[in-house]
């Protein structure tokens, strides 16, 4: 598993396809050297497909979960011309037929307890700056987030934050799921209804598997044991915490509200807006295989229709990189993984160290 696939709880694909050349996009997206690459959109069978085919597959369904690498601004960048070309083709005055559907998008880096803070910027009512701050608008989010919240906010298009406060995920991850009981009704309304599901076995499994990804990068950086420090240097520190591995459990359940959560405020929107097509741009690991979020979804609203597009960093966006098991989700676009933050930090630390990447 590619460290970047490692769930979030754990770190505190126009043209496509063509097959003689791949498309930059990295106009007008980013700072320095974090700005958006190639890519090639695939089914997630590993046949070439192309960006109209992913529009055109949207139409058919209520919900479509987006798997992204935070640290990817080629993806950041498609999620945005995805958004987009959803409002195009199904919810802009005159698509759809003449029956033009309410667009909404979703998102994992807006936790439910800012939701009227929110609604309040997309209405006009506050300014930038304080929906920003009072938001807790992740980092980079000028890059990452703000083209998707803009052009939700021209639109009129809905924006659900979806995801779990992370102050609770925290209280679970030190004492367990339990432990919610002891907060406020108002605490609480913020979060899946107690007690939320539990993990599959399938998602278990893949948890375990991350875990152990993470217990192999302690003490490494860039595919290199970190040496120590000499007197007066800075230390370097390795991408995965070392100890996230501790009370396992617990880890758990914290990663299961996150998604118990995150899927519960999707079908509350669904259940308002019935012809509603939603966008749940979320880390993939919570759904790239089926599991995680689109299993909750199915508890809380049984028979929903859903496709998944992941988005993946490659080393090669040409040559299809199948899942360990089975297919990724419905569409994979591949993109370049030289672009991504953590790659560039590496080349940087490398170049430091005068060595390479074993």
């Excluded at 979060?191 to 375990?208: C, K, T, V």
Aim: hydrophobic share 35%; with cysteine; charged share 25%.
């Amino acid at each position: 598993m590619n460290i970047k696939m490692i769930p979030a709880a754990l770190v505190p694909a126009l043209m496509i396809a063509l097959p003689a050349h791949a498309q930059n996009s990295s106009q007008g997206m980013g700072y320095g050297s974090y700005v958006a690459g190639e890519y090639r959109v695939f089914t997630g069978a590993g046949e070439p497909a192309s960006f109209d085919d992913v529009i055109a597959a949207m139409g058919r369904h209520r919900v479509v979960f987006i798997g992204e690498t935070h640290d990817d601004p080629t993806g950041h960048m498609l999620e945005a011309e995805l958004l987009e070309g959803a409002y195009d083709a199904y919810g802009a005055p005159g698509s759809n037929r003449g029956a033009p559907r309410p667009i909404a998008l979703s998102l994992e880096s807006f936790q439910r307890d800012v939701q009227s803070i929110l609604d309040e910027y997309l209405a006009g009512l506050i300014t930038e700056n304080a929906f920003r701050t009072d938001s807790r608008a992740w980092p980079r989010y000028e890059t990452d987030y703000r083209p998707l919240i803009e052009f939700s906010k021209k639109n009129g298009l809905a924006v659900i934050a979806a995801n779990a406060p992370r102050r609770y995920t925290n209280r679970v991850a030190r004492n367990g799921r339990e432990s919610l009981y002891d907060l406020s009704p108002e605490a609480l309304a913020s979060l899946a209804p107690q007690p939320y599901g539990q993990a599959s076995e399938e998602y278990r499994n893949q948890w375990i598997q991350a875990i152990s990804e993470v217990m192999k990068e302690e003490g490494m950086k860039c595919g290199l044991p970190i040496p120590e420090p000499e007197q007066g240097d800075e230390p370097v520190h390795a991408p995965a915490p070392v100890g996230s591995h501790d009370n396992m459990g617990n880890q758990l359940h914290s990663q299961v509200l996150w998604d118990a959560t995150m899927a519960y405020w999707i079908a509350d929107y669904l259940a308002q807006e019935e012809d509603a097509l939603v966008l749940h741009l979320v880390g993939s690991f919570h759904v790239a295989r089926g599991t995680g979020t689109p299993e909750h979804l199915e508890a809380y609203r049984p028979g929903t229709s859903r496709m998944i597009i992941v988005l993946r960093p490659v080393g090669d966006i040409d040559t299809f990189e199948p899942a360990p098991e089975g297919e990724w989700g419905d569409f994979v676009i591949q993109t370049d993984e030289s672009r991504t933050l953590e790659e560039i930090e590496c080349r940087e630390y490398l170049a430091k160290l005068g060595t390479t990447r074993p």
